[in-house]
Each structure stands twice: as C-alpha cells, then as structure tokens.
C-alpha cells in the first residue's frame, strides 16, 4: 500500500502548516537570540533576574517547545479524517 493512496488528497495543506509551525518556531528561537544579546543575559542562564522582558521572550519560546511535540501528534491525527480543517 502506498503512502499517497492512505493520505488525503488535501494532506498538503497539512503539510505547509507544518512548514509554518517550523519557521515559526525558528523566529521565536531568533528573537531569544536577539534579546540574550540586548539584555546580556549569558548561556547556560535560562531567566534573568534583571530584565522580565526577557523572561517573557524565553518563557513564550518555552511554551511553545513544550507543547509541540503534542500539538504535532493531535494535527496529524486531525488531518488524516479532516484534512481542510486543521490547517487553521
């Protein structure tokens, strides 16, 4: 049996929002980068205790970290029986 014939004709609709949810991703991990520099917050330090705008940079790339593994498993569940609708 094939991949494509057990796939929705609109699965890839599913997959440009997985690309999305990928770059996304990326940028958050970008601006933790940028904001480690303005606020001089060093590696292996997580939180600074000076600056909570970095804190709040950090911590919305952290949740977003925590709660992907999830969200990938339940959007590819989703889109096999509804293919339109999970793309957003």
Known sequence: MEILQVLPANFAYVIFTY??????????GVKVGAARKKYDVKYPT???DKEQVFNCIQRAHQ???EVYPQ???FQTIAALAYPILPRG
């Open 19 to 28: 690309l999305y949810s990928w770059i996304m991703l990326c940028y958050l």
């Open 63 to 65: 949740n977003t970290l």
């Open 46 to 48: 997580m939180y600074s």
């Open 71 to 73: 969200w990938l498993v």
